[in-house]
């Protein structure tokens, strides 16, 4: 079988957990002797071969390379988002490629950069189409749904404007998969997909590390705190209520560097502790040999969580929000706790009792089986074979 996948960036061009969840599929399923060719942006036209996957770099014809959106000035960017939500000069080299490549199915996920435009041609080929929802980009052009530190119940006026081309034809997906049941029903919600066949959820793979994790006994817990420092990861949340709680033996590490070099330099000069201290990046077994608990106090709806079961990989129990997708991946008492950022006083009490938990070494982690790549793989090929 053969498949072709869009996705906005791809190796060696990478921002975060889409970028990496494409890949893993897509040589996973080279491994499974499938056929894959890949369709992304860059600032430059050229193929290439990845890990045995053919690649296509494909320079947009808009303002600028998502890519690089954040170097963009504010003005540029309501007109990208215009030209984005179904650009029209694009086509000719999308057509080309689906023409060339002739797959048995086209794969579709993040197309900040294509446009829903990938949709139309696929179908004037009469090819199936998969969609995978990885963010909240055809309900929202910043992809987040997030505005003024809340989330958005309802799409605002410019929301609902770019919107109308990406809903008309999410008609054409013959099936919708879901990395959490959270953001696949957010979508529907809004009337998304009404001829999809199938409508599902598959949860990212995340990779089993290689090594155990050996950690001495110790009298200290150390919280982490893994991901970009800004203000909707809840960074400030979580800094304040650890700061006020002055636990006995208890410290937390920061991974991961600032939304802005001002705003990190801002955080570390306001929460200034010998308890709390900013790690930069590290590798992942770096991490969690370090810390006893993952802490994932997001204020934004994750569509997924990919820290949570890679933690929990480790040997590591989290402590998450119950915003977005999260709480899809924590059984309480078990891999960890949630709690409400708008409860008074529930952060405080979870984080004792994830305390407790890791100090009776209490934690039951089964669930490494669900989030394997051989799993998520597995299950891709089954909705393939299905639509073919």
Same mark, same amino acid.
């Given at each position: 079988?053969?498949?072709?996948?869009?996705?906005?960036?791809?190796?060696?061009?990478?921002?975060?957990?889409?970028?990496?969840?494409?890949?893993?599929?897509?040589?996973?399923?080279?491994?499974?002797?499938?056929?894959?060719?890949?369709?992304?942006?860059?600032?430059?036209?050229?193929?290439?071969?990845?890990?045995?996957?053919?690649?296509?770099?494909?320079?947009?014809?808009?303002?600028?390379?998502?890519?690089?959106?954040?170097?963009?000035?504010?003005?540029?960017?309501?007109?990208?988002?215009?030209?984005?939500?179904?650009?029209?000069?694009?086509?000719?080299?999308?057509?080309?490629?689906?023409?060339?490549?002739?797959?048995?199915?086209?794969?579709?996920?993040?197309?900040?950069?294509?446009?829903?435009?990938?949709?139309?041609?696929?179908?004037?080929?009469?090819?199936?189409?998969?969609?995978?929802?990885?963010?909240?980009?055809?309900?929202?052009?910043?992809?987040?749904?997030?505005?003024?530190?809340?989330?958005?119940?309802?799409?605002?006026?410019?929301?609902?404007?770019?919107?109308?081309?990406?809903?008309?034809?999410?008609?054409?997906?013959?099936?919708?998969?879901?990395?959490?049941?959270?953001?696949?029903?957010?979508?529907?919600?809004?009337?998304?997909?009404?001829?999809?066949?199938?409508?599902?959820?598959?949860?990212?793979?995340?990779?089993?590390?290689?090594?155990?994790?050996?950690?001495?006994?110790?009298?200290?817990?150390?919280?982490?705190?893994?991901?970009?420092?800004?203000?909707?990861?809840?960074?400030?949340?979580?800094?304040?209520?650890?700061?006020?709680?002055?636990?006995?033996? +208890?410290?937390?590490?920061?991974?991961? #560097? !600032?939304?802005?070099? $001002?705003?990190?330099? %801002?955080? /570390?000069?306001? &929460?200034?502790?010998?308890?709390?201290?900013?790690?930069?990046?590290?590798?992942?077994?770096?991490?969690?040999?370090?810390?006893?608990?993952?802490?994932?106090?997001?204020?934004?709806?994750?569509?997924?969580?990919?820290?949570?079961?890679?933690?929990?990989?480790?040997? +590591?129990?989290?402590?998450?929000?119950? #915003? !977005?997708?999260?709480? $899809?991946?924590?059984? %309480?008492? /078990?891999?960890? &706790?949630?709690?409400?950022?708008?409860?008074?006083?529930?952060?405080?009490?979870?984080?004792?009792?994830?305390?407790?938990?890791?100090?009776?070494?209490?934690?039951?982690?089964?669930?490494?089986?669900?989030?394997?790549?051989?799993?998520?793989?597995?299950?891709?090929?089954?909705?393939?074979?299905?639509?073919?």
């Amino acid at each position: 079988m053969k498949i072709l996948i869009f996705n906005t960036l791809y190796y060696p061009n990478q921002l975060g957990g889409a970028e990496k969840s494409v890949q893993l599929l897509a040589e996973g399923l080279v491994k499974k002797g499938e056929e894959v060719v890949v369709v992304t942006t860059s600032n430059k036209e050229y193929i290439d071969y990845v890990n045995g996957v053919k690649v296509y770099y494909l320079k947009i014809n808009n303002l600028y390379w998502p890519y690089i959106s954040k170097e963009q000035n504010k003005i540029k960017k309501p007109l990208w988002h215009l030209i984005d939500s179904y650009n029209i000069f694009n086509p000719n080299k999308i057509d080309q490629i689906i023409k060339k490549e002739n797959p048995d199915v086209i794969h579709t996920n993040n197309l900040a950069g294509f446009s829903v435009i990938v949709w139309k041609i696929a179908k004037k080929y009469n090819k199936k189409i998969v969609h995978t929802l990885r963010d909240y980009y055809l309900l929202c052009p910043k992809s987040t749904m997030y505005k003024n530190d809340k989330n958005c119940k309802n799409q605002c006026l410019d929301c609902k404007l770019l919107s109308i081309p990406k809903k008309n034809y999410s008609k054409y997906v013959d099936v919708v998969v879901g990395i959490s049941e959270f953001i696949l029903n957010r979508h529907k919600e809004f009337g998304y997909f009404p001829n999809a066949k199938i409508e599902t959820v598959i949860y990212n793979s995340v990779e089993v590390p290689k090594v155990n994790i050996k950690k001495e006994n110790k009298k200290e817990i150390i919280l982490g705190f893994v991901g970009r420092i800004e203000k909707a990861k809840g960074i400030e949340f979580l800094l304040e209520k650890f700061s006020r709680l002055k636990l006995e033996n +208890v410290k937390l590490f920061i991974y991961g #560097r !600032g939304l802005t070099k $001002e705003y990190e330099s %801002e955080i /570390k000069q306001k &929460y200034e502790s010998s308890q709390i201290l900013f790690k930069g990046f590290k590798k992942p077994e770096e991490i969690y040999n370090e810390i006893d608990i993952l802490i994932v106090p997001s204020l934004w709806n994750e569509p997924f969580g990919r820290i949570v079961p890679e933690a929990n990989s480790y040997g +590591v129990p989290v402590l998450v929000s119950n #915003r !977005g997708g999260l709480p $899809e991946l924590v059984e %309480e008492g /078990k891999n960890g &706790y949630m709690f409400d950022p708008d409860k008074e006083g529930d952060f405080e009490e979870k984080l004792k009792k994830i305390i407790e938990m890791k100090k009776n070494s209490s934690c039951n982690f089964d669930n490494k089986e669900k989030f394997s790549l051989e799993n998520i793989i597995n299950k891709f090929m089954g909705i393939y074979n299905v639509v073919t």
